[in-house]
C-alpha cells in the first residue's frame, strides 16, 4: 500500500509540473489556457512539489497572489495528510 501512495505521489507531481509547462506554453503562444481552479487543485491533491517547481523553475504564475500563497499552503497541507496517511498504513 506504501508503494500506490507513493507512485500516486510521483505521477500526480510530474502531472503538476506537466500542467504548469503546458500553460506556460499556452500563455506564449497566447492559445487557451488550463484553468487557474485546475493547477491549485492538481496541487492540492498531493501535486504541490510538482507546482512549485512548475512556477519556480518555468517562473510561470509566480506574480499571482492566489498563487504564491496557496501552492505553499497546499505543499504543507499534502505533508500533513500524506504522512499521517503514510504512517497509518504500517
Known amino acids: 500500500m506504501k508503494y500506490l501512495l507513493a507512485a500516486y505521489l510521483i505521477i500526480i507531481n510530474i502531472s ?8 506556460k506554453r499556452r500563455a506564449r503562444l497566447r492559445m487557451w489556457r488550463i484553468p487557474e481552479s485546475t493547477l491549485l487543485a492538481v496541487s492540492f491533491f ?7 517547481f512548475g512556477m ?5 504564475k509566480t506574480k499571482h497572489p492566489k498563487f504564491y500563497i496557496l501552492v505553499p499552503v ?3 497541507l499534502d505533508a ?3 504522512s499521517y496517511v503514510f504512517w497509518r498504513i504500517s
Open 16 to 23: 503538476a509540473f506537466a500542467l504548469y509547462a503546458a500553460d
Open 46 to 52: 498531493g501535486g504541490s512539489i510538482g507546482a512549485l
Open 80 to 82: 500533513a495528510v500524506f
Open 74 to 76: 497546499s505543499l504543507i
Open 56 to 60: 519556480h523553475l518555468l517562473r510561470h
